[in-house]
């Protein structure tokens, strides 16, 4: 079974820091790609990077550029997502998916989604 489970999630104040984590299982990163993407309220979802079968990663968010960073330990099939200096508008649901190979983890490429995690960023 191809699955994806965040978590990581939680409450922080501005500026904080925090990890999210994607298990992945059903495959090994080593022959997938994985985008991080999220869903802020009343807006569409996004991605923010794309880290293919090789742990190259390509982040397409602006808004989070200096800030969030992706990392991935292949023996362990697990995806990170640092978050640092965190602001109130990256308040949303945070998910990490399977991509097609060879994709820029786009929306339209995402394959198999996980549930998400609801990062809440306020004082």
């Known amino acids: 079974q191809l699955q994806l489970v965040e978590s990581g999630g939680g409450l922080v104040q501005p500026g904080g820091s925090l990890r999210l984590y994607c298990a992945v299982s059903g495959f090994t990163l080593d022959t997938g790609y994985i985008g991080w993407f999220r869903q802020a309220p009343g807006r569409e979802r996004e991605g923010i990077f794309c880290?293919?079968?090789?742990?190259?990663?390509?982040n397409w968010a602006d808004s989070v550029k200096g800030r969030f960073a992706v990392s991935r330990d292949s023996v362990k099939n697990m995806v990170y997502l640092e978050m640092n200096s965190l602001k109130p508008e990256d308040t949303a649901v945070y998910y990490c998916?399977?991509?097609?190979?060879?994709?820029?983890?786009?929306?339209?490429?995402?394959?198999?989604w996980g549930q998400g995690t609801l990062v809440t960023v306020s004082s």
């Open positions: 880290i293919n079968s090789s742990g190259w990663a390509t």
């Open positions: 998916a399977r991509a097609r190979f060879g994709s820029m983890c786009q929306r339209r490429d995402v394959e198999v």
